[in-house]
């Protein structure tokens, strides 16, 4: 089995910046693509930013996108999330969330097989 861990997450005035880590381990394995979720009090867990094993392709959601940058770092298992120009709405436990498979929508949550305990990021106005 696969155990995500992140770390990095905190609590920022709005316009700041935080930059997530997820390192991967476990024994014999392979992920493929890896992503960001995020889910704020109240609301379903939403998708955030995509890495992509095939042609390393990231993709991001409308409202992250141009402030949020997933990067991966394949030798040390860890994909990051840089996040600048945070808004008080990025306020979320954000969760990282690896794919034993690739391909599907990168955007469900259900195509994931392994997620991380989460990161509380708070963004203060």
């Known amino acids: 089995q696969v155990q995500l861990v992140e770390s990095g997450g905190g609590l920022v005035q709005a316009g700041g910046s935080l930059r997530l880590s997820c390192a991967a381990s476990?024994?014999?394995?392979?992920?493929?693509?890896m992503a960001w979720f995020r889910q704020a009090p109240g609301k379903e867990r939403e998708f955030a930013a995509v890495?992509?094993?095939?042609?390393?392709?990231?993709y991001y959601e409308d409202s992250v996108k141009g402030r949020f940058t997933i990067s991966r770092d394949y030798a040390k298992n860890t994909v990051y999330l840089q996040m600048d120009s945070l808004k008080p709405e990025d306020t979320a436990v954000y969760y990282c969330?690896?794919?034993?498979?690739?391909?599907?929508?990168?955007?469900?949550?259900?195509?994931?097989?392994?997620w991380g305990q989460g990161t509380q990021v708070t963004v203060s106005s």
């Open positions: 476990g024994r014999g394995f392979r992920i493929y693509d």
């Open positions: 890495f992509r094993w095939s042609g390393d392709n990231t």
């Open positions: 969330a690896a794919d034993k498979d690739y391909g599907g929508n990168y955007y469900y949550a259900g195509k994931y097989d392994y």
